[in-house]
């Protein structure tokens, strides 16, 4: 069905006589994108725990088992106890599905996440591989009219490996497709990365009128000739036309084109009003390109960040991208569930510790929630990993793939490149990562802030090179919980101005954040104790109240939105030592908001009643 479905699809993208006839092509669940996107949803799945596939010719597509629709994890269960603990080691699957070609062309296989490692055949050629969930990555074929049969190897072994390598686990090591795959044809031209920035009169901003500028990657696939790509800037019925400059481009060459408009009265994209934008851009006839997208200027003076001119004061939570049931491969509804979460604790900002699906993305930029974003390796607290010439090249390459993949959605406001950095780096390589990503960014996207993420319990006295071309700085600070967990509220209210005081002291006129704050809890300790839904909502709420008036922090993250699996090993790390008769459930993590099954844990109205007094942005 997928094949004629996929067929359907292709033949209307190619201009096939009789399209009336043909079903309507099925719609990718990420909207922006190159035209002519068609999902693969529907897969055969077979598992191979003993790596005998490549033997057994499976490459070929000469295997059987499982119907999945992808995005798709292996084995979503279980998560603790031995068999959490050999799922978290991970094994080896392959998947197979079929796609007709209309016509004979060139056609790409657009992949948004795979889990660990893919390696991918292609009517049993192998076209490439690729390591690194939460990266986009695409091969590229010349084919023949008819069917073509796709096959992917997973391989999630080894997550030890996958921490030297770049790739560390604070989040359960879900195997398989966990991200969109689509096909599509590939024409005389191709439309790519584009790209929006908005500026406005500083006397008014908010008024307008805004300029906005933007640009586009041309690539001219034919002859030699001059193209001239188009465009729009749509919103209830208003149409902006684009008129690019017209390119000379050789066969196989590319550029940057660039057009800049000015909007008379923009409706500006914020948290309380995320207005957007129809983007469609072509080359007439050959090429298309479609995104929705928000005019909003972003500026940040003296420690302070202000959207549409407007002083910007953030409070959310960070979240994973995990759903019971479907670990990190989400479903519309999944994601769905996430916004609606984020908005019952009137949350106006998230944070993340890894690039984010796209679709998840587009929902978060039509609820007005702005987007902490990392983009580098996510490494251990105080480690770095990246210290041969071919990681640090790898780390600065997934900071670029990450940016370029993103940087239309107007709810990211800052590029973190590293979590928990221990004082001034670990060594003179993740100094080096920092520096040079730092640079590519401001020159890539200057209208976003980079940042870094500070280990609280080990933050630089005095700032070092590491912080030179760095804008927001974060901090976690587990105070009440990790640190002094059974001192009296005053206490911990004066160990958290402290706190705040010192990072003030070393990075004066930066903007300041708290990345994480929280404490685990269920229904297995006492009320009140350590560890129970009570002590929690206490807890969280002694931060807020502190970070709420304190005018030089700009944001602050409750860890975490929503319980999630971890390590099956995982027991609550380092509080054991410190409160040794508590109780948590091995496995997860258990200082959401939220538990893993979705239901509102008692801090959760506390949290929103605070944000809500907090107003919004």
Not at 169 to 188: K, M
Not at 270 to 276: A, E, F, G, I, K
Not at 550 to 555: K, T, Y
Not at 565 to 582: A, C, D, K, Q, T
Request: net charge neutral; hydrophobic share 40%; aromatic share 8%.
């Amino acid at each position: 069905m997928l094949a004629l479905t996929a067929a359907a699809a292709l033949a209307a993208c190619a201009g096939a006589a009789g399209a009336q006839a043909q079903p309507a092509p099925p719609a990718p669940t990420i909207y922006e994108g190159p035209g002519g996107r068609v999902p693969l949803v529907s897969w055969t799945l077979r598992r191979d725990p003993r790596d005998r596939g490549v033997r057994l010719g499976y490459q070929r597509g000469h295997f059987s088992g499982s119907t999945v629709n992808v995005p798709n994890v292996v084995d979503p269960t279980p998560y603790s106890g031995p068999g959490g603990s050999v799922n978290y080691n991970g094994s080896l699957a392959w998947y197979r599905t079929s796609f007709v070609a209309p016509t004979a062309g060139t056609y790409a296989l657009g992949f948004e996440s795979a889990n660990y490692e893919a390696k991918v055949w292609l009517d049993g050629r192998l076209l490439g591989s690729h390591r690194g969930s939460y990266l986009p990555f695409e091969f590229r074929s010349h084919l023949g009219t008819g069917s073509h049969v796709v096959v992917v190897r997973i391989d999630w072994r080894f997550p030890e490996q996958q921490t030297r390598e770049g790739f560390h686990r604070t989040w359960f090591n879900w195997g398989g497709l966990d991200g969109e795959v689509t096909v599509r044809p590939i024409g005389a031209s191709e439309l790519s990365e584009p790209a929006i920035q908005t500026s406005l009169p500083r006397h008014s901003p908010a008024a307008g009128p805004a300029r906005v500028r933007i640009s586009v990657h041309v690539r001219n696939d034919g002859t030699r000739r001059t193209l001239t790509p188009t465009g729009t800037l749509t919103r209830e019925g208003h149409v902006i036309p684009l008129s690019f400059p017209a390119l000379t481009l050789a066969h196989g060459r590319a550029a940057m084109d660039t057009v800049a408009v000015d909007v008379a009265e923009p409706a500006l994209w914020s948290p309380r009003h995320p207005d957007l934008y129809e983007l469609s851009l072509s080359v007439p006839g050959e090429s298309s390109y479609v995104a929705r997208v928000g005019l909003r200027e972003l500026t940040w003076r003296g420690g302070q960040v202000f959207l549409n001119g407007e002083l910007l004061k953030l409070h959310g939570a960070s979240i994973q991208e995990d759903a019971i049931g479907h670990g990190d491969a989400l479903t519309a509804a999944d994601e769905n569930g996430i916004v609606s979460e984020l908005k019952q604790i009137d949350a106006n900002s998230v944070r993340v510790q890894h690039p984010l699906d796209p679709a998840l993305l587009e929902r978060l930029d039509a609820a007005g929630i702005l987007v902490w974003q990392e983009i580098g390796p996510v490494e251990g607290a105080g480690a770095w990993f990246s210290t041969t010439p071919r990681l640090l090249a790898e780390a600065e390459a997934q900071v670029r793939v990450a940016a370029r993949a993103s940087v239309l959605h107007p709810s990211i406001f800052a590029w973190d490149l590293c979590d928990e950095i221990a004082r001034n780096g670990r060594d003179a390589d993740e100094v080096r990562y920092v520096q040079n990503s730092a640079r590519w960014l401001h020159a890539f996207d200057p209208a976003r802030m980079v940042a870094l993420d500070i280990w609280g319990d080990h933050p630089p006295r005095v700032a070092g090179p590491l912080y030179n071309h760095i804008d927001a700085i974060a901090e976690t600070d587990y105070s009440g919980w990790y640190d002094s967990p059974r001192a009296s509220t005053a206490a911990l209210r004066g160990e958290m101005h402290s706190r705040l005081a010192a990072l003030e002291r070393t990075f004066p006129g930066r903007v300041l954040v708290v990345s994480e704050f929280g404490a685990e809890s269920n229904h297995l300790n006492p009320g009140g104790a350590p560890g129970s839904y009570g002590f929690q909502s206490r807890l969280v709420a002694t931060h807020i109240s502190v970070y709420a008036s304190d005018p030089h922090l700009s944001a602050m993250y409750v860890w975490l939105l929503r319980d999630y699996p971890l390590n099956p090993s995982f027991e609550g790390g380092s509080i054991h030592r410190l409160l040794p008769h508590i109780r948590l459930i091995e496995g997860l993590n258990q200082k959401g908001l939220f538990t893993y099954g979705g239901q509102a844990k008692p801090a959760a109205s506390v949290v929103a009643h605070l944000y809500r007094a907090l107003g919004g942005s």
